[in-house]
């Protein structure tokens, strides 16, 4: 149980176009999804926690007009880059929990290379 | 501000050492601890988690962790490594306070030669 699932795993785009992320839980309704990035050889760093039918909390740093999540429903949320630059390329990865439980799960993680 | 420090950028090993890897984190109030590993080409996975009770955790593949709450530490133990261990691991740590974010440490490279 607890499967996070995202995608796509490997996305590659030009600068300037935008692209979408897909988070989804599998067997479970997740209250709260997170968005991390990670580098190369680095930590995770939040960006931004998503509440089901909420506007998400962005980290300090992160532009939300840059960086578009919509959390729609229990099982699904999004994470747009809007007009993608080569310092977006990195690993984006989701998480997710529900209300009451002490843990995230996580999802496998998305490649951005944007060109 | 709250933070996780990981000692060990990188450790190598050979198979059937010891291990242990450090991690101590900056906050005064109640935490839930987690150790998570990262195989090459994957994802996150939980090792193991400490929220309360015995401070000596037990996690899978043969690792276990103390919480050490007067030196603020969560170190990641295992007797001895297998190749199969080689991977990138994380200890995290979530202040357990209304909006409590879960915080990375910077993560340790374990690379274990056969």
Known sequence: GAVVSQ???RVICKSGTSV???CRSLDFQATT???YRQFPKQSLMLMATSNEGSKATYEQGVEKDKFLINHASLTLSTLTVTSAHPEDSSFYICSASVVGYNEQFFGPGTRLTVL | AQSVSQHNHHVILSEAASLELGCNYSYGGTVNLFWYVQYPGQHLQLLLK??????LVKG???????FIKSKFSFNLRKPSVQWSDTAEYFCAVNPVTPGGKLIFGQGTELSVKP
Do not use: L, Q, R, T
């Open chain 1, 33 to 35: 999804m997170f968005w």
């Open chain 1, 20 to 22: 979408k992320i897909e």
């Open chain 2, 60 to 66: 899978i593949k043969g690792f276990e962790a103390e």
């Open chain 2, 50 to 55: 400490y929220f309360s009770g015995d401070p």
């Open chain 1, 7 to 9: 995608h796509p795993s």
